[in-house]
T-cell receptor, first 112, second 110 residues
Framework: NAGVTQTPKFQVLKTGQSMTLQCAQD?????MYWYRQDPGMGLRLIYY???????DKGEVPNGYNVSRLNKREFSLRLESAAPSQTSVYFC???????????FGPGTRLTVT | GESVGLHLPTLSVQEGDNSIINCAYS??????FIWYKQESGKGPQFIID?????DKRQGQRVTVLLNKTVKHLSLQIAATQPGDSAVYFC?????????FGKGTHLIIQP
């Protein structure tokens, strides 16, 4: 039982490049989330999927898109990376909204 | 929306003492509250949660107190140990996602 897994662990992009961050959970959870964490800050919600087939914007959605591929997988795409998107990205899952969220180990992204 | 305030960015306590970490929130409609622990280089780890129909909940060595009147949340850690050293975040749910505070770095003095 791996919990929440994220790939890659580290990534360096040039401004304007695109990439997709992958997230998968094996806990049969209905809800999945993407957060970013900047130095000295708490986590900020980018997008979430309350259930398979639905996605909604969080606090900081600009510059990102998401896909809930199936119940297990939720990906985050940066279409044209900007230095302001340099951050650590965490994926999380929960049984339902307003339940305990389990977090993955994070992806450290640097945009130069 | 919701904003979550931090009372202290750093808290230093003696090993064996009790630790109290505080948090304030703004949205009175928030109904789910949760504390996470984050160690360096890792994802947040669940500690304890509480819903708005309760004002106190206890776990192993931890207690969460919720005061809805003043919109205040606290985490108490009993008999603090070196392994408790980490950043602690409160998070609040006025909607389907979580709004996090900025975190308190708990430092354990020997």
């Amino acid at each position: 039982n791996a919990g929440v897994t994220q790939t890659p662990k580290f990534q360096v992009l040039k401004t304007g490049q695109s990439m997709t961050l992958q997230c998968a959970q094996d806990m049969n959870h209905n809800s999945m989330y993407w957060y970013r964490q900047d130095p000295g800050m708490g986590l900020r919600l980018i997008y979430y999927s309350a259930s398979e087939g639905t996605t909604d914007k969080g606090e900081v959605p600009n510059g990102y898109n998401v896909s809930r591929l199936n119940k297990r997988e939720f990906s985050l795409r940066l279409e044209s990376a900007a230095p302001s998107q340099t951050s650590v990205y965490f994926c999380a899952s929960s049984e339902a909204p307003r339940y305990e969220q389990y977090f993955g180990p994070g992806t450290r992204l640097t945009v130069t | 929306g919701e904003s979550v305030g931090l009372h202290l960015p750093t808290l230093s306590v003696q090993e064996g003492d009790n630790s109290i970490i505080n948090c304030a929130y703004s949205n009175s409609a928030s109904d789910y509250f949760i504390w996470y622990k984050q160690e360096s280089g890792k994802g947040p780890q669940f500690i304890i949660d509480i819903r708005s129909n309760m004002d106190k909940r206890q776990g192993q060595r931890v207690t969460v107190l919720l005061n809805k009147t003043v919109k205040h949340l606290s985490l108490q850690i009993a008999a603090t140990q070196p392994g408790d050293s980490a950043v602690y975040f409160c998070a609040v749910s006025p909607a389907d996602g979580l709004t996090f505070g900025k975190g308190t770095h708990l430092i354990i003095q020997p």
